[in-house]
């Protein structure tokens, strides 16, 4: 049977400890999920996307179901000009394409920008399902050494002294696995450092929304315009099915990507786009992610505290200012990987540290997220996870 | 600035006359328009979508909003699995994918087979689009020669000598660009010949709910079943916006094409599957086909009847049993490529065959789309074209 494979196949890509997560939790609801990196499906805006589905269909007709422009439906191009002006990324709408969520984002991208051979590096830890992305385009992914604030300037320059680096890839923003945000002093250092190489950098910023204290630091992209690609999404604010991602491209990598656009999907759903265009436009945004962050800030603090209460001194954890993660280590010689069956046995869920390397060696680490789960089942939650740790 | 662009770049794919047309088209929307495949928007059943989108979310709430399960929304993979089986394609359901439109399943496809160097087998003419897919890819496309029937069994088994194939690329049935069906007899014929070579097809099936005439020949993929990947759409049946693609796999493929999917856009929209679901499961999808099926082949017999009524003896034209194009052949050295302009400027536009081939050389046919214009301006269009031809 392989005898039909005829041509070389890609590096193989399997399914992650993420997949498997996912496909265990879907088995068994009653295990309390620290484990994706999914919006509460209790406060997914399900009333709002119904009135607004009837309202797009009845404004635009059959434009809302008909093929559409592949940059992205105008309506939406321009909320999303609006939407990123707040962010202090002002670009004109012909630097912006709407993607099929912000993964289909950074594939386009990958599919303009990648060979074989080529390499990204990326923060140590990092996106784990990114690594795989890159790895599927024939590139090898090298990790950047990393502090508390993301990439050190210092050891990017060493890396960059290769000719083969095609982009750098960060997540400076509540990143996933972590929950750390770079500082503005450390964006401007790296920003110096990419333009120094003429290097370009990807940042994927698609919590941004999310932020519970502290001071919003600008977007990478606000010290390096020239030089990045700015990926964001309305997966984390209004609802993952509707697959919107939002790119800023330079211009010189515009035509390509649109053209590349077209064979992937030829354009993001244009009823999809109406009804994130008309999200945007009212007050129901605003609102939502209003509630979004009130309700995920209880929970972050309600899961520090269960933290504080269960494990012992040994362990440390990240304290985000937003998004959907913190980052808990253990003593060294902790195996994080070796624990998620006892733990998912014992009713919890969480993603091993060695997900989010390169390498994917076990480790001491693992990423909790405290979005998911129903806030009274967290404190019990992590009380489940300290004894399989055997903290 | 092109410092930025380190990594090789993928062999240039730019945009080609199918978005001009469109683009050229949006701008003047008196034109008549022959050029493109997209539905009818005075069909687009926007009533119904907008019934099923509220049913869906009262049904499935938040689960219609959130990330799901990468293969595809189950409810709408039962119903796929039915709507295969009245075709003839009888598989269980974890052989089925359900992708982001029927180009996502061929792009996810391609992800999974093409290797720079890798050789696609196709039809001349083919559908361009696909040649573009497939050379971003970074493979070879190769035409087989072929007649009214469509690929010739000897030209391809001579074809499939070199060990570089990857796969031969198919549409058999109302093909795109020229409407023809392979037969039954031509369908086993190069069955034989795939299965001897140990070769893969790709069977690119989006038309063949619209039939206007005659008997329905089996699917490729009974002829071959271990040898063949099948996709087909909602986006001609249903609506494009919608984005949904079936794809039938091979079980040795399902995995990397799975795996793949979680890179390219991590799922399909669960909330479009959702909506396609119910449209399946219920009578809407009968009524509508039955609606598209009666206006399309009023349509095609009003053009054939144009075509006879203002074309002279020296130029044919294809009389397809369904589907949504016809392929008009002119006098040697007529050059289709030069037309497009003064045609769109006397108001009427069409498809050049140049754009259908892979060396994309001028010649003296088009492809001219029944199903989008108005009826009662087919005549007058089908008129102002052969003014522009000089027939």
Redesign the interface.
């Known amino acids: ?10 590096p ?4 992650g400890p993420i ?1 498997e997560a ?1 496909a265990t939790l ?1 088995r068994r609801p009653e295990v309390i999920s620290f484990a ?1 990196g ?2 509460d ?2 406060l ?4 709002t ?2 009135a607004l ?2 309202e797009v ?2 404004e635009y ?10 940059r992205g439906f105008p309506p939406l191009l321009e909320q999303a000009r609006k939407l990123l002006s707040g962010r202090g990324i002002d670009c004109p709408v012909d630097r912006l394409h709407i993607a ?2 912000g ?2 984002a950074l ?1 386009n991208l990958c ?9 990204v590096l990326v923060e140590a830890p990092t996106y784990g ?1 990114a690594v ?2 890159f790895r ?1 385009h024939g590139a090898q992914v090298r990790e950047v050494g990393s502090d508390a604030e993301g990439m050190l300037p210092r050891a990017l320059d060493a890396a960059l002294a290769d ?5 750098v890839y960060l997540l400076p923003t509540f990143q996933n696995p972590t929950g750390r945000t770079m500082s503005a002093d450390r964006r401007a250092a790296i920003a110096d450092i990419v333009v120094r190489h ?3 950098v990807v940042e994927d910023d698609v919590y941004t929304d999310l932020r519970y204290r502290g001071t919003p630091v600008p977007a990478f992209w606000s010290f390096a315009p ?2 990045t690609v700015y990926i964001t999404s309305l ?1 984390k604010t209004l ?5 919107i991602g939002i790119e800023v491209l ?4 515009v ?2 990507v ?3 656009k ?5 354009q ?5 786009q109406a009804i994130a265009a008309r999200f945007l436009a009212g007050p129901a945004a605003a609102d939502h992610i209003d509630l979004l962050t009130k309700s995920y800030a209880a929970k972050l603090g309600t899961m520090t505290a269960a933290l504080a209460r269960h494990f012992p001194g040994e362990y440390r954890w990240t304290e985000p200012e937003g998004g959907m993660f913190l980052w808990l280590e253990g003593p060294t010689g902790l195996n994080t990987d070796a624990l998620l069956g006892p733990a998912l046995e014992s009713g919890v869920a969480f993603l091993p540290g060695s997900a989010f390397f390169v390498e994917g060696a076990p480790n001491s680490a693992m990423r909790l997220s405290f979005a998911g789960a129903p806030v009274d089942r967290i404190d019990h939650g992590i009380e489940l996870l300290a004894r399989v740790c055997g903290a």
Chains 1, 2 share one sequence.
């Open positions: 049977m392989t005898a039909i494979l005829r041509a070389g196949r890609r193989a890509v399997r399914s997949d996912f879907a994706v999914a919006p499906p209790a997914l805006p399900v009333d996307v119904a589905a009837a269909l009845t007709g059959s434009t809302a179901l008909q093929y559409g422009v592949t099929t969520g993964s289909g594939h599919m303009a920008l990648l060979e074989p051979g080529a390499v399902p795989k992305v599927s000719p083969d680096i095609a982009f003429g290097v370009l020239d030089h997966s609802a993952p099915a509707l697959r330079p211009g010189e990598l035509d390509s649109l053209a590349l077209q064979g992937i999907d030829m993001t759903s244009a009823f999809a």
